[in-house]
């Protein structure tokens, strides 16, 4: 690691711990140089994942795109920012750890479902009457009477 006082490519580590959300580590190292100490963060290099819309383009994932649909599925909700950020953690790593390069937003609407359903029903129905277009009353019914149908099944 170059120091950021002198350049040179020699030091060492004195001190390692994690970050507080566990996605990188803090390290700090002195500079065999100079002396001078400072903080390097080493983080897990992602890989690029790519999402198959419906219309068969394809962009990068977005951690931000996938959070904002969760958030407005859970808006006035009863659901606490660390409630959707564990959400988001678990569709992104669920996406990246199905090892492929590309993943289709279907699959990753589904994911996100599956967590809701979990977490809130109304947020749950909220994303799913986006997601799979609801476009009349009896369509949103159906979907609700399933719900309320899986609930009631898992109480008795």
């Given at each position: ?21 566990g ?40 951690h ?10 859970c ?16 569709v ?6 199905s090892?492929?390069?590309e993943?289709?937003t ?7 479902m ?11 129905i ?11 009353l ?11 149908d899986?609930?009631?099944s898992?109480?008795?």
């Open positions: 690691m170059k120091c950021p006082s002198c350049g040179s490519f020699d030091s060492k580590v004195t001190d390692s711990r994690p970050v507080e959300d996605s990188s580590i803090r390290r700090r190292r002195e500079c065999l140089q100079c002396g001078r100490r400072f903080t390097t963060y080493e983080t897990l290099e992602q890989q690029n994942l790519l999402v198959v819309k419906k219309d068969q383009s394809r962009e990068l994932f977005s931000e795109k996938l959070r904002s649909g969760i958030i407005a599925a808006h006035k909700r009863p659901v606490s920012a660390a409630q959707i950020e564990s959400v988001v953690s678990k992104e790593q669920q996406a990246y750890n090892l492929q390069e993943i289709s279907r699959r990753i609407g589904e994911m996100v599956d967590e809701l359903k979990q977490l809130d029903d109304v947020a749950y909220r994303f799913a009457s986006v997601y799979r277009q609801f476009t009349d009896p369509t949103f019914l159906t979907e609700m009477r399933k719900l309320m899986e609930r009631n898992s109480k008795s």
